[in-house]
């Protein structure tokens, strides 16, 4: 079935990303947006917008019945997810399903094969792909104790049902476990209605590794590259980049058959991720995201492809030989940043305010994805995501001082942001020799002038 109107049941950045490629595809864009977010951008470039609800999420973004009736309403015969809320979640998958309007993503079965991240490991490790060291299975505090003991400390527990950092804990000794145990299940039980955890050993010294696939869910199968996200702030990403300075090629084709060997054992469609721990030239599975990336501008960046594009095509019926897609040739550096209305003086504290000055840098090879203009005012209601700044060059030090300079042009004022951390990471030795690893803000804090200061 062709995709003729898509509903975008998403706000802010990603919405504006989506219709976009609706609007060059030549498909009708239907936005949805809380009273919050009547002013948004993204209400303003869709075809039509629809009010779905009241400020608070679960009364809008995240109400199936309301998204379902807004994409019925107004004649869309496909959603859009995007990234967050309802991205991931299988009932929302099914509802569409259910009112013959195309899920642009994964079959629902998949999503909660791989939403839930005991049975993704299972799945992974059948298809011969490895985990992190750590249980079989969910435990209890008995057989977390057992599970840590025989894999070392330190650990980490983790959330089944979970993501982002929530409904996890560091676990340094065996003095700590209990404690962190109990933390982790409330906090699990409160985000996710389940308080089922896992344990894995925590590689502390390791590179945050994703691949980009995307498949046609007939056999066909691309892998699009992967991303460095190591640069992170309690498990969220602050700066990524592709290719990973990191990874050889002797590596990079071992994780381009894994990930491979993966889609094809679960005949995965659409756009996905799979995240690895990368240690001592050994890569290891931790999750598979079944949505499109919030960094995946770098990918089509290197691979010169547009994925929503091809996600909407794809879920269309369009194969990937069909799209041209069967192969890529990866070209040049890409990074990108991402701009928050939070205070890293202030423990990165959301900044929710009025935006009195944006102006986007330009120039050849800059992308700026942002949802945000001069008199808008941040809600606190979300995420604090403003905008991405994304740069291409033909290798990675070039990329480098792109970045710098966009970032020198950028001008939002109003609220705080983290774009002088931006400057101050991208300025750093470790960085700019592609010697980091996920604990770099920490290891470097003391030498970073706006953490530094707080």
């Not at 995007?82 to 629902?108: K, Q």
């Not at 996710?192 to 010294?205: C, Q």
């Not at 609220?415 to 592609?434: K, N, Y």
Request: charged share 20%; hydrophobic share 45%; proline share 5%.
């Amino acid at each position: 079935m062709t995709v003729t109107r898509v509903l975008v049941a998403n706000r802010g950045e990603v919405a504006v990303r989506v219709l976009r490629a609706c609007q060059e595809l030549g498909v009708e864009g239907v936005a949805v947006y809380s009273t919050a977010d009547a002013e948004s951008g993204h209400v303003d470039l869709a075809d039509r917008a629809v009010c779905i609800g009241p400020p608070p999420a679960a009364k809008s973004y995240l109400d199936i019945p309301a998204l379902i009736a807004a994409a019925t309403t107004t004649g869309c015969n496909a959603v859009h997810p995007g990234w967050g809320f309802l991205a991931e979640n299988s009932g929302f998958a099914r509802a569409c399903e259910d009112n013959d309007i195309i899920f642009i993503g994964p079959r629902p079965d998949t999503i909660d094969l791989m939403g839930d991240k005991i049975s993704a490991r299972t799945a992974m490790s059948e298809a011969g792909v490895a985990g992190v060291p750590g249980s079989d299975g969910p435990v209890g505090l008995a057989e977390a104790t057992q599970s840590a003991e025989a894999v070392g400390y330190p650990v980490l527990l983790k959330a089944s049902a979970g993501g982002g950092g929530t409904g996890m804990r560091l676990v340094a000794g065996s003095e700590d476990l209990t404690r962190a145990f109990e933390a982790a299940a409330v906090e699990a039980r409160a985000a996710f209605g389940n308080d089922e955890l896992y344990l894995e050993k925590a590689l502390t010294s390791a590179r945050h590794v994703e691949i980009q696939v995307l498949c046609d869910g007939l056999g066909g199968v691309l892998i699009a590259g992967e991303r460095e996200c190591s640069v992170q702030r309690r498990h969220q990403k602050v700066i990524e980049e592709a290719p990973s300075p990191a990874v050889s090629d002797e590596l990079r084709a071992a994780m381009t058959d894994t990930a491979e060997r993966a889609c094809r054992a679960i005949d995965y469609r659409g756009a996905g991720t799979l995240e690895f721990l990368v240690a001592d030239g050994h890569f290891y599975f931790i999750e598979m995201n079944t949505r499109l990336q919030v960094e995946h501008p770098v990918t089509e960046l290197v691979a010169g492809i547009d994925l929503v594009q091809a996600q909407i095509a794809i879920a269309g019926g369009a194969t990937l030989a069909e799209l041209a897609l069967d192969s890529l040739t990866m070209r040049g550096h890409a990074i990108e940043v991402r701009i928050n209305a939070e205070d890293p003086a202030n423990d990165f504290m959301p900044a929710p305010g009025e935006i009195t000055e944006f102006v986007p840098p330009l120039g050849p090879g800059v992308r700026v994805d942002t949802h945000v203009y001069a008199g808008y005012a941040v809600p606190p209601y979300y995420d604090s995501l403003l905008a991405k700044l994304i740069v291409w060059a033909e290798d990675r030090p070039r990329s480098i001082e792109r970045a710098l300079r966009a970032l020198g042009e950028l001008r939002i004022e109003g609220v705080p942001t983290t774009r002088e951390l931006a400057i101050d990471i991208l300025s750093h030795s470790a960085f700019r020799e592609g010697d980091y690893t996920t604990t770099f803000l920490e290891d470097v804090v003391a030498e970073l002038p706006t953490l530094s200061q707080s």
